[in-house]
């Protein structure tokens, strides 16, 4: 599924370098200037898409040379392969398994926590819908990597969810996992153009699925 955590845009930035200092940059320089320009590239990512925001752009804002980009990254699909795999660090493993714990008890109570979380991310200023979707719809060829690991990010996501339908004893915990995330997915897109009840609202026929399986839905 997918989405995007909140960046901290405080920890972007940092020393302009001359290409010759790059290529004398000793290693721990030389993983502050990765991290730099990750995030970098996770913050344009969020607020604009994978095709609109070029190198260029990029090695700018994070004030480094062209070549320390190519130095840690191949091609500019390496480096929004890593910006996905570190969002499905910072908002799936960070943020959403930790707010599905938060929000409910019993396996029932935690799917629908899973809306509640989404409730409480969709009236954040910063919020900006799911970058796993967006990078998805923008590389429609099958063997390209970053759709590779927007789909992988989603998939996480699902699981998740199949994990709590199995607890719960959901009869087919795939098709349910999948059911709910349509629903996720239906809600992130309406709360991008201003419906900002949407998880509230998915959440009601989520809790007529868990209730047609006769699982609780109370902590």
Known sequence: MTFFHPVDHDQIGGVAMAIRHDKRRAPAESGAARDRLLRTAYALFHRNSLSTVGVD?????????????????????????????????????????????????????????????????????????????????????????????????????RALIRGLAENAGVHDPDAFALQIQMLLLGATVAAVYGDLDAARQARDVARLLLEREGVRTES
């Open 57 to 157: 752009r990029i090695v700018a804002e994070a004030d480094v040379a062209k070549t320390t980009l190519y130095r840690h990254f191949s091609s500019k699909d390496a480096l929004a392969v890593s910006v996905l795999r570190h969002h499905e660090d910072v908002w799936t493993r960070d943020w959403l398994e930790r707010a599905i714990k938060r929000h409910g008890e019993t396996a029932g109570a935690r799917v629908l926590g899973i809306f509640d979380a989404f409730d409480e991310w969709f009236r954040r200023e910063d919020y900006e819908g799911c970058l796993f979707a967006r990078a998805l719809l923008e590389t429609r060829d099958p063997a390209n990597p970053v759709r590779a690991a927007a789909a992988a990010g989603l998939e996480h996501v």
